[in-house]
Nanobody
């Protein structure tokens, strides 16, 4: 399984950005997918997740602002980020879980300026 994340960039506070993660090498529909982020000097944390059945959950800090979704036909998972804050600045990683296996993408940097 390979994950390719993209879509990061620089955005002003209050703005929006969408990051994408394309998955190859496995049955996408069977994967539980997640977006994590890691800010400088901090531990990696879960931002949002979507199960193979389509259920979603979010970190409290992003509820109401971020939306995780997937396009099964494109083997892609998205994270739509609205009302961005400077504290959302981090490298965002996508992750795939399949049974006992965990796969990570390379990360994409999101910088929110104040």
């Amino acid at each position: 399984v390979q994950l390719q994340a993209s879509g990061g960039g620089l955005v002003q506070a209050g703005g929006s950005l969408r990051v994408s993660c394309v998955v190859s090498g496995s049955a996408f529909i069977s994967l539980n997918m997640g977006w994590y982020r890691q800010a400088p000097g901090k531990q990696r944390e879960l931002v949002a997740a979507i199960t193979s059945g389509g259920s979603t959950n979010y970190a409290d800090s992003v509820k109401g602002r971020f939306t995780i979704s997937r396009d099964i036909a494109r083997n892609t998972v998205y994270l739509q980020m609205n009302s961005l804050k400077p504290e959302d600045t981090a490298v965002y990683y996508c992750r795939a879980d399949y049974r006992r296996y965990i796969y990570w993408g390379q990360g994409t940097l999101v910088t929110v300026s104040s």
